[in-house]
Structure formats: structure tokens, C-alpha cells
């Protein structure tokens, strides 16, 4: 999820995302990765208390995207 997004940005979207969630009685919810330029610590902290799991700090390579998938997919149940 792109932190800075136009018309309602990561965190907003995710806050969406996380209260459908809880409005279903969602048991899995899905993993949400916050993807900025902004490597300040508070950036992180920001995303991680709108209810991301993780975040991850461009410019990123396909190394560091196949780990942190890899690390949320193995959290999700399968259907």
C-alpha cells in the first residue's frame, strides 16, 4: 500500500480496509504493506499504528519485495 496516495492515501485506505475487517468479522485479515520514500522512523511508526504490518522504504529491489511477501503469505489461512 503506497503511503501517498491522491483522494484517500494508505493510511485512510488502510483504516478502511482494517474497520470492513472488523464489520465482517474478519478471522484472516489481509497483510497490508505500507511502500514510501519517506525512511524516517516516524513514517514507519505512523504505518504500523493505521494498521499496516509491515513497511518497506523505496527505492526497494525485487529481493527485498520476495522477502517481505514471503514473510506475510505464510501468515495468511488458506481458503
Excluded at 527505492?59 to 514473510?71: E, M, S
Amino acid at each position: 500500500m503506497d503511503i501517498l496516495m491522491p483522494i484517500c492515501d494508505g493510511m485512510e485506505a488502510t483504516k478502511k480496509i482494517r474497520s470492513y475487517e472488523q464489520e465482517i468479522g474478519c478471522r484472516d485479515p489481509v497483510p497490508i504493506v505500507g511502500v514510501s520514500a519517506n525512511a524516517r522512523d516516524e513514517s514507519s511508526k505512523r504505518a504500523l499504528s493505521a494498521g499496516m504490518n509491515d513497511y518497506l522504504t523505496k527505492p526497494y529491489t525485487k529481493a527485498d519485495v520476495i522477502g517481505i511477501v514471503g514473510k506475510w503469505v505464510g501468515k495468511c489461512r488458506q481458503p
